[in-house]
């Protein structure tokens, strides 16, 4: 994956092997936990390194 500030959610859903649909539900949780936390988020958009993070994809996580 390109070092990318953001994932759309096409690139989630093919970075996860997951339909589309399927994409957009974990994009929106994400941005969800982000607001809540009082970052700024963008619709159909989450930030790549909190995706990372969350799908164990940081070999530091594991």
Do not use: H, P, W
Not at 22 to 29: D, G, L, M, S, T
């Amino acid at each position: 994956m390109e070092d990318k500030k953001f994932l759309t959610v096409d690139e989630v859903a093919k970075e996860m092997s997951i339909s589309k649909s399927y994409a957009y539900k974990i994009v929106k949780e994400l941005n969800k936990e982000m607001n809540q936390k009082g970052y700024v988020t963008v619709a159909g958009r989450v930030n790549a390194n909190y995706f990372n993070k969350k799908v164990c994809y940081n070999e530091a996580n594991i």
